[in-house]
């Protein structure tokens, strides 16, 4: 177990719907981040959060959207899928400076 | 981001050591050095970093050339789960957008 922890593990749901992935950063961790990994693209980073805040963004679709709570576990929402949204999506949460970073096992979303 | 080359595939036997490779030419003096690797169907995992010195922990040694161009990811005795994609990373170490950005890293076979 890594510390953090990603819901559901495994996601099959149908072109144009709707869907939320779950992530809770390591504790004391303020950073979250999202990555997709698809075959084709390797990790490709989303999105960041720090504290609540959107820090940095990378090739997130107009179609996902993401947010970190209070509690500072953060939420993926990806609306209008296609199949080429199926892939491994991965949260990691880091210390604010230097340190490594945690990710989780990831959800496996498979859009049918 | 600054840029990391890596070989595509090295191959190892077990319990000999492994030297994987990474450039770096156009490294900034803030940015970080990072290794982390994935094992199939997991998510990546954190190996070493390190930004001037060499580093050494229980997982492997960060041998960085002193000009900081290239660095070199030891591990001492390779075993059969040593069998992953090694990322090598640059993270900018100023302020708090810390994204880090994957490349193809290198696949690491070890042979029995």
């Known amino acids: 177990d890594s510390g953090v922890t990603q819901t559901p593990k495994h996601l099959i749901t149908a072109t144009g719907q709707r869907v939320t992935l779950r992530c809770s950063p390591r504790?004391?961790?303020?950073?979250v981040y999202w990555y997709q990994q698809s075959l084709d693209q390797g990790l490709q980073f989303l999105i960041q959060y720090y504290n609540g805040e959107e820090r940095a963004k990378g090739n997130i679709l107009e179609r996902f959207s993401a947010q970190q709570f209070p509690d500072l576990h953060s939420e993926l929402n990806l609306s209008s899928l296609e199949l080429g949204d199926s892939a491994l999506y991965f949260c990691?949460?880091?210390?604010?400076?230097?340190?490594?970073?945690?990710f989780g096992s990831g959800t496996r979303l498979t859009v049918v | 981001d600054a840029k990391t080359t890596q070989p595509n595939s090295m191959e190892s036997n077990e319990e000999e050591p492994v030297h994987l490779p990474c450039n770096h030419s156009t490294i900034s003096g803030t940015d970080y050095i990072h290794w982390y690797r994935q094992l199939p169907s997991q998510g990546p995992e954190y190996v070493i970093h390190?930004?001037?010195s060499n580093v050494n922990n229980r997982m492997a040694s960060l041998a960085i050339a002193e000009d900081r161009k290239s660095s070199t990811l030891i591990l001492h005795r390779a075993t059969l789960r040593d069998a992953a994609v090694y990322y090598c990373?640059?993270?900018?170490?100023?302020?708090?957008?810390?994204?880090?950005?994957f490349g193809k890293g290198t696949l690491l076979t070890v042979n029995p």
């Open positions: 990373i640059l993270r900018d170490g100023r302020g708090s957008n810390y994204k880090l950005t």
């Open positions: 990691a949460s880091s210390l604010p400076w230097e340190g490594g970073y945690t």
């Open positions: 504790s004391g961790d303020l950073s």
């Open positions: 390190g930004l001037t």
